[in-house]
């Protein structure tokens, strides 16, 4: 049965972490005392959904979580240190801390710690988000108790619209470039110059070539620039649109 601890203290466990070439131990205190945190925990790192979406959402809207009041955001998973470490690494998800409930303490302690052994997981945490203050838990999305891992209420934008429904959003920008590409530098300074942070395609690597290029973008050139899912085009027309935005 899975716990709502609204209006409770979080568990009280000291967590084995790696810093650099070191273990560290890492206190429920050290994390939540005197603080407002958000923190999500999923089943695993490195697997799809936890990778693809959740994860990268909550690093996206860190800025907008600040601006609210939130001192820091946590990744929580039933992973040992060094698994925790490498999927930080590998997701270049700077804005996020990452924490290891190794053996699953804090996760029991939740009322989260669920088997997994139909996928040879063994015990791992229940997928959820929740804010708390100094310790003490104010708001919980559990995902619903049903087959399979959903997905549907832990989200970073289902609790950004429950601190603040009318936060502003940061813009979505993706850049489409090559290497070596003179007015792909210039778009991306003109982006950088405005504070837009973007993610970049760039044709060549992971199979990307021209073809996904005309595919998505309907244009052979780069760069292709699209802000909120509206195509907006080249540098030249990047600089038009930052002009008049």
């Given amino acids: 049965m899975l716990e709502n601890k609204e209006g409770q203290a979080v568990p009280s466990v000291v967590f084995k972490t790696r810093q650099g070439d ?12 005197g603080k407002t945190v958000v923190l999500f925990a999923l089943p695993g790192a490195f697997t799809p959904t936890c ?7 909550y690093n996206e809207l860190a800025p907008v979580f600040t ?14 240190a060094f698994v ?11 804005n996020i801390t990452f924490i290891p409930d190794g053996n699953g303490d804090f996760s029991q302690g939740m ?13 791992r945490s229940w997928r959820y988000s929740m804010l708390v203050k100094d310790g003490t838990i104010e708001k919980m999305f559990i995902e619903p108790n049903k087959p399979g891992d959903p997905f549907e209420v832990s989200d970073a934008d289902t609790m950004l619209n429950y601190i603040n429904a009318s936060a502003e959003l940061p813009k979505r920008v ?28 760039t044709l060549g690597d992971n199979g990307i070539s021209y073809s996904s290029l005309t595919a998505v973008t309907g ?14 085009g080249t540098a030249d027309d990047l600089e038009k649109w930052l002009a008049t935005n």
């Fill in 111 to 123: 009322g989260m710690l669920v088997d997994k052994l139909d996928l040879g997981f063994g015990k």
């Fill in 51 to 57: 990778s693809s979406t959740h994860l990268p959402r």
């Fill in 67 to 80: 601006k609210e009041g939130v001192d820091s955001i946590v990744c929580l998973s039933v992973n040992d």
């Fill in 22 to 33: 070191t273990w560290a131990d890492i206190s429920s205190d050290d994390i939540f005392k």
């Fill in 174 to 201: 993706t850049l489409f470039s090559k290497p070596g590409c003179p007015h792909c530098s210039r778009a991306k300074v003109a982006l950088t110059e405005k504070q837009y942070k973007y993610e970049e395609i």
């Fill in 219 to 232: 244009q052979g050139t780069t760069p292709q620039v699209f802000i909120d899912g509206k195509h907006i």
């Fill in 84 to 94: 925790m470490n490498a999927w930080s690494a590998d997701q270049h998800a700077e």
